[in-house]
């Protein structure tokens, strides 16, 4: 397997634990590491900037009734706050970079760090492995990709969430 090759450091990821995600630490830097080889696989050639809240299920169910107004935890919610024509078109985008910061902010992701581990038991895998996953998933997102309204979509964002899990080499 090969390893990310995800050596120029332009975006600025801030990733955090909330303080209900106390019983499941995930790995930090494996998330950056993971956003950063997506952007770079993806082709996102100008400096983003990515949030991350890793909380429990108490918290991510009340967001996602609150924002998406489903009345249940799930695993990771994004947040894009960028309008992309096509799934991870920076270039035909009519995107919009901070004056402040000179970043293109790209949104938000939420992981539970509770479902993480017990996804990662059901499916026989690492948490790292789960919680790689599921980064790069919401990175696609953020990007534009979608996997719930067609067929087409769905293939195209699996084929670039393998890609890119292979990259990693997880």
């Given at each position: 397997?090969?390893?990310?090759?995800?050596?120029v450091h332009k975006h600025k990821i801030y990733a955090r634990h909330s303080r209900g995600a106390t019983a499941v630490r995930l790995p930090i830097p494996l998330i950056k590491k993971s956003i950063r080889c997506a952007?770079?696989?993806?082709?996102?050639?100008?400096?983003?900037?990515?949030?991350v809240l890793i909380t429990d299920d108490t918290e991510i169910h009340n967001?996602?009734?609150?924002?998406?107004?489903?009345d249940k935890p799930t695993d990771v919610l994004s947040f894009p706050m960028q309008d992309f024509?096509?799934?991870?078109?920076?270039?035909t985008c009519a995107c919009e970079v901070d004056p402040e910061t000179g970043l293109l902010p790209l949104g938000d992701i939420i992981l539970s760090s509770e479902r993480v581990?017990?996804?990662?038991?059901?499916?026989?895998?690492?948490?790292?492995r789960e919680t790689a996953f599921l980064t790069v998933h919401?990175?696609?997102?953020?990007?534009?990709?979608?996997?719930?309204?067609?067929?087409?979509?769905?293939?195209?964002?699996?084929?670039r969430e393998k890609a890119i899990m292979h990259e990693l080499g997880i």
């Open positions: 397997m090969s390893v990310c090759k995800c050596t952007l770079r696989l993806e082709g996102i050639d100008v400096s983003c900037e990515v949030s967001i996602n009734r609150e924002f998406r107004g489903i024509p096509m799934p991870g078109q920076i270039a581990e017990k996804q990662a038991r059901e499916h026989g895998q690492s948490r790292e919401s990175v696609l997102h953020l990007l534009g990709y979608d996997h719930t309204e067609e067929a087409d979509g769905r293939k195209l964002m699996r084929g």
